[in-house]
């Protein structure tokens, strides 16, 4: 009976964890509609953006003129800036990340890390309480972005970099997050953010189309590029934000199949120990019934 008493509190405690697991998988696929919809929205303006400025930045570079943010020179001082999540149970999303960032970090900036010309922006908890623990040069972390995510606030944030990088504080910039793709996958994205070329991630338009630009070239070209790195920026964010809640649906969705699984074993398991002891306890009777006839 013992058994049977230990059975039975842990199909209650499996039952307890798959109700947990699956409201938490319906509060993701809320959120990620609202969210999968503001990055749909936003990918064919942030597009078709960086297309106009890589032939209006090819048509500047053609004119040499100076270009703030395209300063390309030997990369002596590297930020990195690393978006997670705040929150876990989202399987490997975070995971990935810190990974990929502890690869750069060893492969392609091991000179600048050993100089401590190397400085990390975490965004979200996660990628903060990891790093802060490790030798790395840490910004003050922005883990409130994700609590309140728009674009005037993240745009203070990648304003902030950019002024740093036109001073001569870094003279390159990488992003390293997740990417959004639907809700089972994730792309994990390495992006140069600074210095900018021929637009602010160096693509160039196979046909160029001659626009008609007022006031002129040079004029929109200084208008345009810091708000489209502000908007690179927050696509970034915003890509991450919408991939977190789809890896943190289907990780929820495998662990309440999980449960689901586990108390119907539980449940036979249960069924048989239950059957075992009724038999014993028939067959106790029985003997004793023999016993007392003879």
Same mark, same amino acid.
């Given at each position: 009976m013992a058994n049977l008493k230990a059975i039975r509190v842990r199909i209650?405690?499996?039952?307890?964890?798959?109700?947990?697991?699956?409201?938490?998988?319906?509060?993701? *696929?809320?959120?990620?509609?609202?969210?999968?919809?503001?990055?749909?929205?936003?990918?064919?303006?942030?597009?078709?953006?960086?297309?106009?400025?890589?032939?209006?930045?090819?048509? =500047?570079?053609?004119?040499?003129?100076?270009?703030?943010?395209?300063?390309?020179?030997?990369?002596?001082?590297?930020?990195?800036?690393?978006?997670?999540?705040?929150?876990?149970?989202?399987?490997?999303?975070?995971?990935?990340?810190?990974?990929?960032t502890r690869k750069i970090i060893t492969e392609r900036?091991?000179?600048?890390?050993?100089?401590?010309?190397?400085?990390?922006?975490?965004?979200?908890?996660?990628?903060?309480?990891?790093?802060?623990?490790?030798?790395?040069?840490?910004?003050?972390?922005?883990?409130?972005?994700?609590?309140? =995510?728009?674009?005037?606030?993240?745009?203070?944030? *990648?304003?902030?970099?950019?002024?740093?990088?036109?001073?001569?504080?870094?003279?390159?910039?990488?992003?390293?997050?997740?990417?959004?793709?639907? *809700? *089972?996958?994730?792309?994990?994205?390495?992006?140069l953010f600074l210095p900018v070329t021929a637009g602010p991630k160096g693509k160039v338009t196979s046909e160029p189309v001659d626009y008609i630009y007022e006031p002129d070239q040079e004029t929109i070209v200084k208008d345009l590029i810091p708000k489209s790195l502000k908007i690179q920026f927050y696509k970034a964010v915003l890509d991450s934000f919408v991939a977190e809640h789809g890896a943190r649906m289907t990780s929820m969705h495998k662990a309440t199949d999980n449960a689901t699984t586990m108390i119907r074993e539980l449940t036979l398991q249960y069924n048989k120990a239950r059957q075992a002891a009724i038999t014993n306890q028939i067959l106790e009777v029985v003997s004793g019934a023999e016993a007392l006839r003879g």
């Amino acid at each position: 009976m013992a058994n049977l008493k230990a059975i039975r509190v842990r199909i209650s405690s499996v039952k307890s964890t798959r109700q947990i697991t699956s409201a938490m998988k319906m509060v993701s *696929a809320a959120k990620l509609r609202k969210a999968q919809d503001r990055i749909v929205k936003l990918r064919p303006y942030v597009n078709k953006l960086q297309e106009i400025l890589a032939g209006l930045s090819q048509s =500047l570079a053609d004119a040499e003129v100076e270009n703030v943010y395209g300063r390309v020179s030997s990369p002596e001082k590297v930020l990195i800036v690393v978006i997670t999540s705040n929150r876990g149970l989202c399987g490997a999303f975070n995971a990935n990340v810190i990974k990929e960032t502890r690869k750069i970090i060893t492969e392609r900036y091991s000179d600048q890390y050993r100089k401590g010309n190397l400085r990390m922006l975490t965004i979200g908890k996660k990628g903060y309480d990891y790093f802060r623990k490790q030798s790395v040069k840490m910004l003050p972390e922005q883990n409130n972005l994700l609590n309140n =995510l728009s674009f005037e606030n993240v745009a203070q944030v *990648a304003d902030a970099i950019m002024s740093s990088f036109v001073a001569g504080e870094y003279d390159r910039v990488d992003l390293v997050y997740n990417q959004f793709k639907n *809700a *089972a996958m994730q792309i994990l994205a390495d992006e140069l953010f600074l210095p900018v070329t021929a637009g602010p991630k160096g693509k160039v338009t196979s046909e160029p189309v001659d626009y008609i630009y007022e006031p002129d070239q040079e004029t929109i070209v200084k208008d345009l590029i810091p708000k489209s790195l502000k908007i690179q920026f927050y696509k970034a964010v915003l890509d991450s934000f919408v991939a977190e809640h789809g890896a943190r649906m289907t990780s929820m969705h495998k662990a309440t199949d999980n449960a689901t699984t586990m108390i119907r074993e539980l449940t036979l398991q249960y069924n048989k120990a239950r059957q075992a002891a009724i038999t014993n306890q028939i067959l106790e009777v029985v003997s004793g019934a023999e016993a007392l006839r003879g």
